[in-house]
T-cell receptor, first 116, second 113 residues
């Protein structure tokens, strides 16, 4: 069975600094997608970044970038120049690309606190 | 482009009752997935609907059921509510093609007393 593990329940970062959130996953599939979602106190899950497993290049979206290590099954999120608005729960999610049901498997989340 | 909407935002029920939650998918999306998120946990997949048919189900009992309508909106029904059903229920819509991202609604917070 596929699983997603986020081993950091909580992280803190000083405003304008850089922080990295960790995620590991387990799958026997060779083709899949990985996502980072942000869930602020408003509860709505917001897509931060997406990575296709067949792409070797790490995805980047403005201040957000990932370090995708396929062999190690690791998918970390780096947030640069952290802002107060980045404070939220961050969920790593996995989705197989070949399954007929495109369900997501989520980790348990990391709460990010941004200190002024 | 209208995003995913859900109603109601909050709901309080008592054990044994039945509840219906509603979701309107994002414009252009014909696939809807439902997730249950218990407090302090990540979302767990309940089921998915594509073109009005159930297209996969997670480890939830049959008292969790759903519908999808011709306009691609969807309902989640839960019968015989139990205390452990208290959670945030998230709806997500997407296009069905491989690789498409799911976009989430704001959720319905259900409390079962």
């Amino acid at each position: 069975a596929q699983t997603v593990t986020q081993s950091q329940p909580e992280m803190s970062v000083q405003e304008a600094e850089t922080v990295t959130l960790s995620c590991t996953y387990d799958t026997s599939e060779s083709d899949y997608y990985l996502f980072w979602y942000k869930q602020p106190p408003s509860r709505q899950m917001i897509l931060v970044i997406r990575q296709e497993a067949y792409k070797q290049q790490n995805a980047t979206e403005n201040r957000f970038s990932v370090n995708f290590q396929k062999a190690a099954k690791s998918f970390s999120l780096k947030i640069s120049d952290s802002q107060l608005g980045d404070a939220a729960m961050y969920f790593c999610a996995y989705r197989p690309s070949t399954s007929g049901t495109y369900k997501y498997i989520f980790g348990t989340g990391t709460r990010l606190k941004v200190l002024a | 482009e209208t995003g995913v909407t859900q109603s109601p935002t909050h709901l309080i029920k008592t054990r044994g009752q039945q509840v219906t939650l509603r979701c309107s998918s994002q414009s252009g999306h014909n696939t809807v997935s439902w997730y249950q998120q218990a407090l302090g946990q990540g979302p767990q997949f309940i089921f998915q609907y594509y073109r009005e048919e159930e297209n996969g189900r997670g480890n939830f009992p049959p008292r969790f059921s759903g519908l999808q309508f011709p306009n691609y909106s969807s309902e989640l029904n839960v019968n015989a509510l139990e205390l452990d059903d208290s959670a945030l229920y998230l709806c997500a819509s997407s296009r069905p093609a491989g690789g498409e991202t799911q976009y989430f609604g704001p959720g319905t917070r259900l409390l079962v007393l």
